[in-house]
């Protein structure tokens, strides 16, 4: 189905406090996870908090990746979402909780465009 | 917990196929539905797809929302995201789903940022 897409959840605790401050890294990060996963970039926005965290998008032709960053807490909230069955969103959250140095992840995958949401249980990626 | 969240996603058919092509209209939609539901936006990205589909975000001081719309199907994949518990997401999807006169949704909400990520059934707005 055309509507088919995969969004991973994934929640990143005990991270790199510095990194999950840096816009620009955490920036860079998105993209660079985005093109390894073999996407196409189309737009992105990130914004800086004061006095710190970091939230900002990527919008790729096949959906978006998307970051909230928490440095104070070490945790950082992902997604990433691609439609179609070309992509695994996988490659990518797996590129970002690397770069984000995470101690832990919890991770789900949603089915998209599919009828129900149904969720499998947690898992670490 | 600073890091709370809580994340709607929603799955939004039969649609109105004109206005889920119509990139400036969704943009709108989707201020508007921020700020009905009290955030603050930041910054805003929207991608016009040729022939057809909108792939967009809001960033908010309190998370994002992101839709990636097919006409062709009358589908469309909703996200709001909000941090904290002073804004209720179900609001700003709502929102949505009257504004794209969805025939039909499905729609959960995970929690974000409270440990493993749990979902709940699926439901209808």
Same mark, same amino acid.
């Given at each position: ?15 790199? *406090? ?101 969720? *499998? ?5």
């Amino acid at each position: 189905m055309d509507t088919m897409g995969r969004h991973v959840i994934a929640e990143l605790w005990d991270c790199n *406090e510095g990194k999950l401050n840096d816009m620009s890294y955490i920036e860079q990060v998105f993209v660079d996870a985005a093109l390894k996963a073999g996407a196409e970039v189309r737009e992105v926005a990130f914004h800086k908090f004061a006095p710190h965290g970091v939230s900002g998008v990527v919008i790729i032709s096949e959906s978006h990746l998307t970051i909230h960053s928490f440095p104070e807490h070490g945790y950082a909230s992902i997604d990433v979402y691609t439609c179609g069955d070309r992509i695994d969103p996988n490659v990518a959250a797996h590129f970002i909780v690397e770069a984000l140095e995470a101690g832990r992840n919890e991770t789900v995958e949603v089915p998209r465009g599919m009828g129900p949401v149904e969720v *499998e249980q947690s898992r670490a990626l």
